[in-house]
């Protein structure tokens, strides 16, 4: 395994990293969650991530009791705050109240004194950032938090975020977590330059397409067993994803990958961390074979060649 800064901080990351949406904590066990995660950090995975809404804090729970029996410095946990986990007008968003508290209330579920990452889920129009920006700020230092950032913002609201911290001398975010993969391609025009520029590191979901990009999907067979797609209970935005004109440029893409001695996967996963200024790719897992797949990508470096070609195909109108 490979490790990169998260951004222009001294934190050091695994260029994989274990998410925990639609898995930990609903449709995998914990006994079979916990065997997931042994998995990923023998093979050197260091930064696990999950949110308090996930599962309604049972995914934090989850990966919380896993990771307890591993000295607390040897793994980065990361974890979220804004999207509602109540009824009520204050159990939502990301004013001082509300990350005070789901903080806390995700300290007690990981079972641990403090956050590596701590991250905005998405961004609150209705909270003036200087007030979730302070609250953040407090959270370092009181020491429950050791670094902050933020998923799926805009790159005006990020830079506002830059600034306003510069401004009042806070400490700033140092990560970004946007879906980005082959066929999601949106952070390349703005997101990265800025974050390259500002020292925010990308920390990116969905780099599979929700496994589109492993090549098991074929156009007009029916979805391999255990798949997420066969299970009608996960399937809806795999689903809404599967386009024909992106299984034929998967089935093109696989080419490169075998010449390469790659899985399509581990195509798809070293394409990502071809930037600089992405820090790891969070992959889901349901078997621990996935992982021991997947790690196979760190470190790979694609040829100017291939890239090419993976562009074209890429950009092909089909």
């Not at 889920?121 to 609250?135: G, I, K």
């Not at 696989?254 to 992959?283: F, G, T």
Request: glycine content about 8%; some cysteine; charged content about 25%.
């Amino acid at each position: 395994m490979f490790y990169r800064r998260l951004g222009s901080s001294g934190l050091k990351v695994s260029e994989l990293s274990l998410g925990s949406w639609l898995t930990y904590g609903g449709a995998i066990d914990a006994k079979h969650s916990e065997t997931i995660i042994d998995k990923a950090y023998a093979l050197g995975i260091n930064l696990f991530d999950t949110a308090n809404v996930y599962h309604k804090g049972e995914a934090e729970q989850v990966v919380g009791r896993a990771l307890a029996k591993y000295p607390r410095e040897s793994y980065v946990l990361a974890t979220k705050v804004c999207v509602p986990m109540g009824e009520g007008p204050n159990d939502r968003g990301l004013s001082r109240k509300h990350i005070k508290e789901q903080c806390d209330a995700s300290l007690k579920r990981l079972g641990v004194d403090y956050i590596d990452l701590y991250q905005c889920h998405r961004y609150d129009p209705e909270t003036p950032l200087e007030e979730t920006l302070r609250a953040l700020n407090d959270l370092i230092t009181q020491g429950k938090v050791l670094y902050t950032g933020v998923s799926m913002w805009k790159s005006e609201q990020l830079l506002d975020s830059v600034h306003l911290a510069k401004a009042m001398n806070l400490n700033r975010i140092i990560a970004n977590q946007p879906q980005y993969h082959m066929f999601r391609r949106g952070i390349e025009k703005d997101i990265v330059p800025l974050c390259q520029k500002e020292g925010i590191g990308q920390v990116v979901y969905s780099p599979l397409a929700q496994g589109i990009l492993t090549g098991k999907y074929k156009s007009g067979a029916p979805f391999p067993d255990q798949s997420r797609a066969a299970d009608p209970q996960q399937n809806g935005a795999i689903v809404h994803m599967m386009k024909e004109e992106q299984l034929a440029k998967v089935e093109k893409l696989s080419a490169i990958a075998e010449r390469n001695d790659l899985s399509m996967a581990q195509l798809a996963l070293a394409w990502i961390l071809r930037l600089d200024n992405v820090s790891s790719c969070i992959i889901g897992a349901s078997r621990p074979e996935q992982i021991e797949e997947n790690v196979k990508a760190s470190g790979v470096k694609l040829s100017d060649w291939d890239l090419r070609e993976i562009e074209d195909i890429l950009n092909e109108e089909v």
